[in-house]
């Protein structure tokens, strides 16, 4: 099974300042037959469901402020909210698909404002 | 506009059998991977199960095997997470999802309450 783990557990950040959420996977999941990484970020706001965020490790679904991007590859990646908003306060989660029809989700990274 | 409402949840006894429903809208149920998703009082996200678009493909985590049963309808646009031999560890928010090419989740249902307790 594919482990993933994040850091940090949570964080606080002023507003108008980076958050940056780490993500790493107990193994590879870059496919090498097409070159991408099969993680997706999620943001859950608390008493809603989660939503997704990014796809493919850096591809923003529509809809997603251009202030969330993703990074990385093959083990580790970042979510990086390059200037977070008072809505930004939310747990994020990873997830990873390599092993589809399996799936595992990372631990969550809370985000808070300072 | 996708939706996806799930019903079904409330308080079971251990050992008891709950089933769930998703009644999903405002897209071709047929063509699309579907998912579980639960999330435990004040914890993280677990994949529970998913079920290929016709039924012929289903996968589960490996703590409800044997236990739990995804299936589908595609006439009603309708998944079904039928859970015997409930553990009190199975108390969780189930959440319906679509899995996007059986890859990401890109909608998800506002979720279900389980609890089981005596």
């Known amino acids: 099974d594919i482990v993933m783990t994040q850091s940090p557990d949570s964080l606080a950040v002023s507003l108008g300042e980076r958050a940056t959420i780490n993500c790493k996977s107990s193994?590879?999941?870059?496919?090498?037959?097409?070159?991408?990484?099969?993680l997706a970020w999620y943001q859950q706001k608390p008493g809603q469901p989660p939503k997704l965020l990014i796809y493919w490790a850096s591809t923003r679904e529509s809809g997603v402020p251009d202030r969330f991007s993703g990074s990385g590859s093959g083990t580790d990646f970042t979510l990086t909210i390059s200037s977070l908003q008072a809505e930004d306060v939310a747990v994020y989660y990873c997830q990873q698909y390599y092993s589809t029809p399996l799936f595992t989700f990372g631990p969550g990274t809370k985000v808070d404002i300072k | 506009e996708v939706q996806l409402v799930e019903s079904g949840g409330g308080l079971v006894q251990p050992g008891g059998s709950l089933r769930l429903s998703c009644a999903a809208s405002?897209?071709?149920?047929?063509?699309?991977?579907m998912s579980w998703v639960r999330q435990a009082p004040g914890k993280g996200l677990e994949w529970v199960a998913n079920?290929?678009?016709?039924?012929?493909?289903?996968y589960y985590v490996d703590s409800v095997k044997g236990r739990f049963t995804i299936s589908r309808d595609n006439a009603k646009n309708s998944l079904y997470l039928q859970m015997n031999s409930l553990r009190a560890e199975d108390t969780a928010v189930y959440y319906c999802?679509?899995?996007?090419?059986?890859?990401?989740?890109?909608?998800w249902g506002q979720g279900t309450l389980v609890t089981v307790s005596s």
């Open positions: 999802a679509r899995a996007h090419s059986n890859f990401y989740f890109d909608y």
């Open positions: 079920i290929k678009q016709d039924g012929s493909e289903k």
């Open positions: 405002g897209f071709t149920f047929s063509s699309y991977w």
């Open positions: 193994q590879s999941v870059l496919y090498s037959s097409n070159n991408k990484n099969y």
